[in-house]
């Protein structure tokens, strides 16, 4: 009556059996071969597929006990098959009297069906054996003390909305391990099946029809509110095992595990220009010779909190903290406590995105059955973790509950669950309102960027006033330029958002108003033809809640032009003393860098100016009375491969940009 990680022993045992052996004696070499397959996937938790594999055999074997009787066990851990699995372990426990084990995986069963009292009084009568072994009375208490919770906490249901993901996202493999982009518009996971790199292979990675499928990193974008078809993240994966873990709060890094022979360790991909370079190693002190494989990145990038078997923990897998080091490793690695860490296991660390909110799963503490979601606060006071809390049922279940993030703003929570409703085996699943024990001390700066008010995907670079290390990096989304920025509450920061033409735009943001509570502010910006904010920072007073109002950068005219093609058809033609056309095509601190050779047979390029902090413009040596005239011109510089240059213009020697003019009403005369 072993529990699942110890049936390796088990089968052995089995297998080694005289019963066993005559049972399969008679079985064809590839019936034998099936068999043994389905053992290896089952110890290794594949319970779906051991499943299959059984049943495939029933065909050639519908009367061997033996079979049926490990085809329930399967069952047991399928929640669409748990009707069978009581079918089929009832009619073994009737026929064959012998089997010792078969009242163990009923009892267990009744556990995961919630019926409680019946799994009590099976495993407490069978703790009445006088002759039962250590380790089988272990996994017995463990069972009891599983249903005990069970029993109180399903009493009280907690009110949450749980939903599916749904398709394309969710299907019959297995998907988990979400992370969660700070816009909420790009899904990671960890996906299992049809669909990974190599197909079916054996423990050699080799194909194998008989094998099983190994983990790859997969991807999904929602376009208007809907989840589009995932696909495998193909310069990260490989033939062999590739789970995604965590994602950096600004979304630049992503956390890969990896195995190690029999181990495993955690690996980190940067991305550039929108994809994820090759993964490294995490450098420092997180990494040991023993298993490491869940991180969460605190908001400050400055502490990850991960799980380790590493020896001189409470037991199994434990719960660590690293800071990370000047030469940007990680150290200081020191144990969560007693308080968090049991002598089962504890995983999938998530750190809030205040750092006062710890969400973790684990099989101990008052879990009611296999790993359960917990959180744990953060006493300021005395510097320790709070006694964790149970998430409660419906978010708990009897099965594995494992994984959870919560969004940027902390309003929903995503996470992975094998529970019954499922498309199959385990699912990603999202929660609203979000769990969390403490109310969110953070401030959220959120909106959309756009390039004449069209969406626009660019780096959002974040620093903290008195520290001259950027505190991250952000992006907008390319599809629908949003993007959401998480900032602890009582600093002051600076939000640069770049475009390559154009120049910065850098916004001033102080949030100490907001200390010790949560705000939201809408910060909108638009670059380019519609653009009414001068190059000079903004400056943004945060205040506690959530604030609709835009610190908008769009147009603001009283001339009614609302578009380039509105100015050409009223002032395309007008000719102003003192007034000519330039058409730019960079902002750079590096101008020798630029590729001139690009617009070489149009004309040439040369020094505009600087706008601010060394950014020095360049434009072309041609310039223009009529905006009719630059705006030919400017098609031409666009189609030769400058598809983002622009007019701009100068008015007795001083530089403007179009917009600028119509505030200043120069044409108002014409």
């Not at 959870?404 to 902390?410: E, K, Q, W």
């Not at 983002?644 to 003019?661: E, H, P, S, W």
Request: aromatic residues 12%; proline residues 4%; contains cysteine.
């Amino acid at each position: 009556m072993k529990k699942l990680i110890y049936l390796v022993l088990f089968f052995a045992f089995i297998q080694s059996s005289h019963a066993q052996d005559s049972q399969t004696k008679s079985w064809s070499a590839e019936d034998k071969q099936t068999f043994e397959a389905a053992n290896k996937l089952f110890n290794k938790r594949f319970y779906a597929q051991a499943y299959e594999k059984y049943k495939s055999l029933f065909a050639s074997h519908e009367n061997d006990l033996f079979l049926k009787f490990v085809t329930g066990v399967s069952a047991v851990y399928l929640n669409d098959k748990h009707e069978e699995a009581e079918s089929l372990l009832n009619e073994v426990k009737a026929k064959d009297k012998k089997n010792k084990d078969v009242d163990y995986y009923l009892a267990l069963l009744f556990h995961k069906t919630y019926q409680f009292d019946k799994a009590l009084e099976l495993a407490n009568a069978l703790l009445t054996n006088p002759k039962i072994a250590p380790e089988d009375k272990a996994e017995l208490e463990r069972l009891v003390f599983f249903s005990k919770n069970g029993k109180e906490i399903y009493q009280t249901p907690v009110e949450a909305r749980i939903e599916n993901l749904g398709s394309p996202i969710n299907t019959e493999n297995a998907e988990y391990a979400p992370v969660v982009s700070p816009d909420e518009e790009t899904i990671i996971y960890t996906y299992r099946g049809k669909e990974s790199m190599g197909g079916l292979v054996d423990e050699n990675n080799k194909p194998n029809p008989k094998g099983d499928y190994n983990e790859d990193i997969f991807v999904a974008k929602k376009v208007d509110k809907v989840w589009q078809t995932p696909s495998g993240l193909a310069e990260l994966n490989s033939i062999d095992n590739d789970a995604a873990i965590a994602l950096s709060p600004d979304g630049e890094l992503l956390f890969i595990f990896k195995y190690t022979g029999d181990n495993g360790d955690i690996y980190v991909s940067h991305r550039d220009n929108g994809k994820y370079g090759p993964a490294e190693k995490l450098a420092g002190d997180i990494n040991s010779p023993s298993w490491e494989g869940s991180v969460s990145m605190s908001t400050d990038q400055k502490k990850i909190y991960f799980a380790s078997e590493r020896p001189g923990g409470f037991g199994g897998k434990d719960l660590y903290v690293a800071t990370k080091n000047e030469d940007g490793s990680w150290g200081n690695v020191k144990n969560l406590g007693d308080k968090i860490n049991t002598k089962y296991d504890e995983d999938a660390p998530f750190i809030s995105p205040d750092s006062r909110t710890l969400v973790f799963s684990s099989e101990g503490h008052n879990s009611i059955g296999d790993f359960d979601l917990f959180t744990s606060d953060w006493n300021k006071a005395d510097s320790s973790w709070a006694a964790p809390k149970n998430l409660g049922y419906p978010i708990n279940t009897t099965d594995d509950d494992l994984f959870y993030v919560l969004s940027a703003d902390g309003k929903r929570g995503y996470f992975s669950s094998a529970r019954k409703g499922g498309k199959g085996d385990q699912d990603l699943y999202m929660i609203e309102p979000a769990i969390a024990a403490k109310k969110t001390f953070i401030t959220i700066i959120k909106g959309k960027v756009t390039e004449n008010l069209v969406p626009y995907e660019t780096d959002i670079t974040v620093s903290v006033e008195g520290d001259s290390k950027n505190y991250g990096t952000y992006r907008s989304n390319p599809e629908s330029g949003n993007f959401v920025v998480n900032l602890p509450s009582g600093k002051n920061y600076k939000l640069t958002f770049y475009h390559e033409v154009l120049g910065d735009k850098i916004f001033n943001v102080s949030t100490e108003q907001v200390e010790d509570d949560y705000a939201e502010k809408l910060v909108n910006v638009n670059f380019g033809m519609s653009d009414t904010a001068t190059f000079n920072p903004q400056n943004v007073v945060i205040k506690p809640g959530v604030d609709t109002g835009k610190v908008a950068t769009a147009s603001n005219n009283t001339n009614n032009i609302t578009s380039e093609g509105d100015l050409l058809s009223k002032y395309g033609s007008v000719k102003i003393a003192g007034l000519k056309y330039y058409i730019q095509v960079a902002a750079t601190v590096s101008p020798e860098k630029y590729n001139r050779s690009v617009l070489k047979k149009l004309c040439k390029i040369k020094d505009g100016g600087i706008l601010r902090d060394n950014i020095k413009l360049l434009i072309t040596d041609k310039e223009f009375e009529t905006l009719n005239d630059a705006n030919a011109f400017l098609k031409e510089v666009r189609a030769a491969g400058q598809p983002d240059a622009f007019i701009t213009a100068k008015l007795n020697g001083q530089r403007y940009y179009l917009v600028d003019l119509i505030k200043m009403k120069v044409w108002d005369s014409k």
